[in-house]
């Protein structure tokens, strides 16, 4: 078996302490006693990235230029030899092992394939060319004391390869730790008063052999009494953390979804760098899982109806409209009567939405035609506003009721969010800000549908109460008057 210290942690720890030693040495000589061997209790090693590294190579069939990645599946060829251990997002090397290429996965598409960004360059895409993607992590070693060693070392081992310059080349390794091409950093915790006075951690690749297994060695080394007991859980007091070691490429015949579990030795030496406490504890890597979902390209629109006597546009509704109906009733040719429609639009478009308005007439009496801009007895005119500038495109203020016709607003339910061309209470042109009012499109004289309201990204419930607004004059002919109003919602993706 291998030296359990090395000359190389024995100097380091050596140098560092000879001042403390004298310091400390005094209260030493009366406290301390050669305790019993124990085990550490409260042992564990926290992962902050538990995924498999990839360790496989290129199938045939790759090509110079192509954004597509074959790799080799045939088990036992290679640590790694499905795409379930990628995700989307990593970082992959990618050529001959001395001159790797660097790309991203951008998505996964079956076992043996993945896609990258940028695309294969030269001499990256040779059949069993080297595909690998590492995946770090910071291990943090919790546990609690069982004996007082005076200046004494906590040690972490962590399984490696046996060759030294293959556990400590960066290249992830088949069922072990990979030590990194630079040393990780080792953080001590701080230090106790006079029990535990630490020096800065140390960090040696495939330092240690216990039985045929190599091991990585981080110490932590310290001068004091220490004590019976001593919580190291980052709590009570700090853990230990060992940053940027490598995760194993998966061993021989792992089975995907079941974890590759390790030991971690966690030891506590005492000055002559002998164990004297000594607990392992498992940790497991494993593939991350990938959900994957599909996602259509999706609108929704609604128009609901308004109940009367409520607020809209700054008007209290006379009237109950539906989802397909706007009964305004009996109209007077003294006050108006107002009505309103709730439109909601929810959208995944990435560039949004908008919704247009276009009524097939004016309204007709018996549904009749109203050419052009009719304005005999059987037509409710479209309103031309109190100073006679409103068209289906132009807005104006409509608060007169010598002015008769037919016309809407709008009102922003959202507030942020959506645009509406213009709103009631807009005080832009011919608005003063009470009743800001347009005609509807006329499709029968030709005029092309208005957008009424649009966002240029996704939306969630977007709501805009669309306001109706009637009077007529003394020489409208009697009888049942209607025209259709068509809304229509189109997304852009």
Not at 88 to 106: E, H
Not at 166 to 195: E, H, K, M, R, W
Not at 354 to 382: E, K, S
Request: charge should be negative; include cysteine; proline fraction near 2%.
């Amino acid at each position: 078996m291998r030296n359990i210290f090395t000359t190389m942690e024995k100097k380091f720890i050596q140098k560092s302490l000879i001042l403390t030693f004298l310091v400390s040495s005094m209260f030493i000589g009366g406290i301390y006693q050669k305790s019993q061997s124990a085990s550490l209790s409260s042992v564990s090693a926290t992962s902050s990235n538990s995924r498999l590294s990839f360790k496989g190579a290129l199938t045939t069939g790759n090509t110079t230029g192509s954004s597509r990645v074959n790799l080799e599946t045939t088990t036992g060829d290679y640590p790694s030899t499905t795409s379930a251990q990628l995700i989307s997002g990593d970082s992959v090397a990618i050529g001959d092992t001395n001159s790797l290429g660097a790309y991203t996965i951008t998505s996964i598409d079956s076992a043996g394939i993945f896609n990258i960004t940028p695309v294969l360059l030269a001499g990256d895409s040779d059949n069993d060319d080297a595909v690998i993607s590492t995946q770090s992590a910071t291990q943090t070693i919790r546990f609690t004391t069982a004996n007082a060693i005076a200046n004494g070392t906590f040690r972490i081992l962590v399984p490696s390869e046996s060759n030294n310059a293959d556990a400590a080349d960066g290249i992830p390794d088949a069922g072990q730790f990979d030590f990194g091409n630079v040393a990780p950093t080792v953080t001590c915790p701080s230090n106790a008063n006079l029990v535990y006075d630490f020096v800065a951690g140390a960090a040696t690749a495939s330092a240690v052999t216990i039985g045929s297994q190599d091991y990585h060695s981080y110490i932590c080394a310290y001068s004091g009494t220490g004590a019976i007991g001593s919580a190291f859980n980052g709590s009570t007091n700090d853990a230990i953390t060992i940053n940027s070691i490598i995760n194993p490429a998966p061993k021989v015949a792992h089975s995907t979804g079941a974890a590759d579990t390790y030991k971690i030795i966690v030891q506590h030496l005492d000055n002559t760098f002998t164990v004297r406490d000594s607990t392992s504890v498992s940790v497991g890597v494993i593939e991350a899982v990938r959900v994957t979902a599909s996602v259509a390209p999706q609108i929704t629109f609604q128009i609901s109806g308004i109940a009367s006597g409520i607020s809209a546009c700054g008007q209290t509704t006379d009237v109950t409209t539906t989802a397909a109906a706007v009964p305004l009733g009996e109209l007077s040719i003294s006050a108006f009567t107002d009505a309103a429609q709730a439109l909601s639009v929810s959208t995944n478009a990435a560039n949004g939405y908008a919704v247009t308005a276009l009524a097939n007439d004016q309204l007709g009496r018996n549904a009749g035609t109203c050419a052009g801009d009719n304005v005999g007895v059987d037509c409710i005119p479209d309103s031309r506003g109190d100073t006679t500038t409103m068209t289906h495109a132009v807005e104006d203020e409509w608060v007169t009721t010598a002015v008769k016709g037919f016309g809407y607003s709008l009102d922003n339910v959202n507030a942020t969010g959506l645009t509406a061309p213009f709103e009631y209470d807009s005080t832009a042109g011919g608005c003063s800000g009470v009743y800001c009012a347009r005609q509807f499109a006329d499709n029968e004289d030709s005029q092309a549908a208005q957008t009424i309201f649009s966002n240029s990204t996704v939306a969630d419930t977007h709501n805009l109460y669309v306001c109706y607004r009637a009077i007529i004059s003394t020489s409208q002919a009697a009888g049942e008057y209607e025209n259709d109003i068509t809304y229509t919602a189109t997304a852009t993706f």
